[in-house]
Nanobody, 122 residues
Framework: QVQLVESGGGLVQAGGSLRLSCAASERTFSVYAVGWFRHGKEREFVAAIAGMGANTYYANSVKGRFTISRDNAKNTVYLQMNRLKPEDTAVYYC?????????????????WGQGPQVTVSS
């Protein structure tokens, strides 16, 4: 099994920034598709990155504020969250699949991180 370890959650005031990381035990992680999902008021797709970082995708609610990226040498995917809003408050999960083309549906991913809490205060 591929283990995904997340870090970077916490409490921040509105307008602030946080960076989440998703580190994988899989040495070929660079070719995996990785998505970020959050569960707050509802379960929703946040962002995804294709294998090798060929393409990135974002939910409309986070476009221009969040950036997904990956460091293949570290087998890590990041979610940089800027200009955070209270409505961004949620538990954030990273998910990965060996298929390099990312999915928008959470059920399509095979591996999941532990989902740290992100809380944005007003």
């Amino acid at each position: 099994q591929v283990q995904l370890v997340e870090s970077g959650g916490g409490l921040v005031q509105a307008g602030g920034s946080l960076r989440l990381s998703c580190a994988a035990s899989e040495r070929t992680f660079s070719v995996y598709a990785v998505g970020w999902f959050r569960h707050g008021k509802e379960r929703e797709f946040v962002a995804a990155i294709a294998g090798m970082g060929a393409n990135t995708y974002y939910a409309n609610s986070v476009k221009g504020r969040f950036t997904i990226s990956r460091d293949n040498a570290k087998n890590t995917v990041y979610l940089q969250m800027n200009r955070l809003k209270p409505e961004d408050t949620a538990v954030y999960y990273c998910a990965a699949d060996r298929n390099g083309d990312p999915y928008y549906g959470a059920d399509e991913y095979d591996y999941w991180g532990q989902g740290p809490q992100v809380t944005v205060s007003s």
